[in-house]
């Protein structure tokens, strides 16, 4: 069955500190990944998406993700935190050619002066 | 550009009375989409539709229902309103193989 599985509920980091918020995936086809983040009484904002190619995906706001197959991970990072980026952020994966996508459990990130 | 717009914003409802939650989307998306999202357990998904005329269910339709009369519009209905479903509302489109764009949410409470 298709999965997603974001082990930290919740994160802390400093301000100006790098951040990785982690997604691993069970799914049998070649997967569409995609990061979401939602601010406090907010939508859900597309931060990156991954559907092919270079496995290192470049999104909005310095977020950038990498696709590792061998680890069905899709781990989003920022090499510098600032105190905006305090949000809840979702891992997702969808179907090649098709719509429904499963959404993990969501990490929220707190930001630290 | 308005994008995908969710009205109302927060509603509280008596156990056992019924509303629907609208949605309406200016991008001419084929694909509709809504989610409920509750602490802890990310979004679920309870209908979507394909094209006006079709829609199927996700993994939580239960005490829902919606139609899809035109590209635009996709209103959910909640019948017979219980705590269960207490949640906040998300709806979203999408074209086919691409990232879904989401309303701001509808806060629901069943008292």
């Known amino acids: 069955a298709q999965s997603v599985t974001q082990p930290d509920i919740h994160i802390t980091v400093s301000e100006g500190a790098s951040l990785e918020l982690r997604c691993n995936y069970s799914?049998?086809?070649?997967?569409?990944l995609f990061w979401y983040v939602q601010s406090p009484g907010q939508g859900l904002q597309l931060l990156l998406k991954?559907?092919?190619?270079?496995?290192l995906v470049q999104g909005i706001k310095g977020f950038e993700a990498e696709f590792k197959r061998s680890q069905s991970s899709f781990n989003l990072r920022k090499p510098s935190v600032h105190w905006s980026d305090a949000a809840e952020y979702f891992c997702?994966?969808?179907?090649?050619?098709?719509?429904?996508?499963?959404f993990g459990a969501g990490t929220r990130l707190f930001v630290k002066a | 550009n308005a994008g995908v717009t969710q009205t109302p914003k927060f509603r509280i409802l008596k156990i056992g009375q019924s509303m629907t939650l609208q949605c309406a989307q200016d991008?001419?998306?084929?694909?509709m989409y809504w989610y409920r999202q509750d602490p802890g357990m990310g979004l679920k998904l309870i209908y979507y539709?394909?094209?006006?005329?079709?829609?199927d269910k996700g993994e939580v339709p239960n005490g829902y229902n919606v139609s899809r009369s035109t590209t635009e519009d996709f209103p959910l209905r909640l019948e017979l309103a219980a705590p269960s479903q207490t949640s906040v509302y998300f709806c979203?489109?999408?074209?086919?193989?691409?990232?879904?764009?989401f309303g701001q949410g509808t806060r629901l409470t069943v008292v």
């Open positions: 979203a489109s999408s074209w086919r193989d691409t990232e879904a764009f």
């Open positions: 799914y049998g086809a070649t997967p569409y």
């Open positions: 991954y559907f092919s190619g270079d496995t």
């Open positions: 997702a994966v969808g179907e090649s050619g098709g719509f429904k996508t499963i």
């Open positions: 991008m001419n998306h084929n694909y």
């Open positions: 539709s394909v094209g006006a005329g079709i829609t």
